[in-house]
């Protein structure tokens, strides 16, 4: 009974987590077909006003302290506006206005955080990593990249470039701002989530204004109402919920493990749901991006 006690908790944190994962694999069909719906900027003002609201109403029903959502220190504050915040509108922006064809190489594109999370640790952590590994992890990213286009497609030069710039760069920033938050020694619960997606909004927003997407918004329907609320309440709201109790409760070497499952799931999603997307090395490719994260992360397990 006692050892029963011990690990009913871990086993259920650990499935909160993996609830987290599933969810986040969502968040690129979220993005796309919430801007067919309403727009890029105007839905995720929905999506991220939606999921901090979520956020609070766990941390109400939970007789937690609201304060603790947003008393956080200003470096952080300022961190989550770029990594948080801004990572989340370029990311939207760049499903939003991508070729339907080129939707699985932005998701893919956007995976390659986890490397650009090592060559950041070896700047700002000053870690030692393993540099067999981390060439060979980094190399299989990149690779994954070309076979997600194909050869044929890679060797020509997307439409718009600035999908995948915005892809990119976003992921960059969200790389930035883990390793800032481990730099700093931030615990869990003060990361800020709910803030960021808060200031999200705002900002999303009053990009919308500026596009005109409030004045020319489409009329609502049962689909544009579906994915708000499932984007905010799924891969913003409980996602993130979700992988806080995961990661300080949970098995954290197979949350991990799992973790590289992402770029997979999402891009299987991303192909089943938008047809044009699902090319013959989408998979392929996401498997090897996945493989590539892994290898740098098992390579720099000591100084992670």
């Not at 909160?16 to 003002?45: P, Q, T």
């Not at 990311?91 to 339907?100: K, R, V, Y």
């Not at 009329?219 to 905010?232: K, P």
């Not at 891969?235 to 070497?253: D, H, R, S």
Request: charged share 15%.
């Amino acid at each position: 009974m006692i050892e029963s006690s011990v690990t009913r908790p871990s086993v259920r944190a650990t499935f909160a987590a993996i609830g987290s994962i599933l969810l986040w694999c969502w968040s690129g069909v979220c993005f796309r077909k919430g801007s067919e719906a309403l727009g890029d900027m105007a839905y995720l003002a929905f999506m991220a006003g939606g999921g901090a609201l979520t956020v609070l109403i766990i941390q109400c029903l939970r007789r937690k302290p609201l304060s603790d959502l947003y008393r956080i220190p200003v470096r952080v504050k300022v961190a989550g506006f770029f990594g948080v915040a801004l990572y989340t509108v370029m990311l939207a922006t760049a499903f939003g206005m991508a070729d339907s064809g080129d939707l699985g190489q932005i998701n893919l594109i956007h995976y390659l955080w986890p490397i650009w999370m090592v060559v950041l640790g070896i700047i700002l952590l000053k870690d030692k990593p393993n540099i067999v590994m981390t060439l060979a992890g980094t190399l299989f990213g990149f690779v994954g990249v070309i076979v997600s286009r194909n050869l044929d497609s890679f060797l020509r030069s997307p439409g718009d470039l600035v999908p995948y710039v915005l892809a990119l760069t976003g992921g960059f920033l969200w790389a930035a701002y883990s390793v800032l938050l481990r730099k700093w020694r931030i615990p869990e619960e003060k990361g800020g989530t709910a803030f960021h997606f808060a200031i999200c909004a705002l900002v999303s927003a009053g990009i919308a204004i500026l596009k005109g997407q409030w004045s020319d918004m489409p009329e609502w329907n049962s689909a544009a109402l579906f994915w708000v609320l499932f984007g905010a309440i799924g891969p913003v709201g409980l996602g993130y919920y979700w992988w806080e109790i995961g990661v300080k409760k949970g098995a954290v070497n197979l949350i991990a493990a799992l973790a590289y499952f992402i770029p997979i799931g999402s891009s299987l999603f991303i192909g089943l749901i938008f047809k044009e997307a699902m090319s013959a090395g989408l998979l392929p490719g996401a498997v090897m991006i996945a493989v590539g994260a892994w290898l740098v992360r098992y390579g720099n397990r000591d100084v992670q």
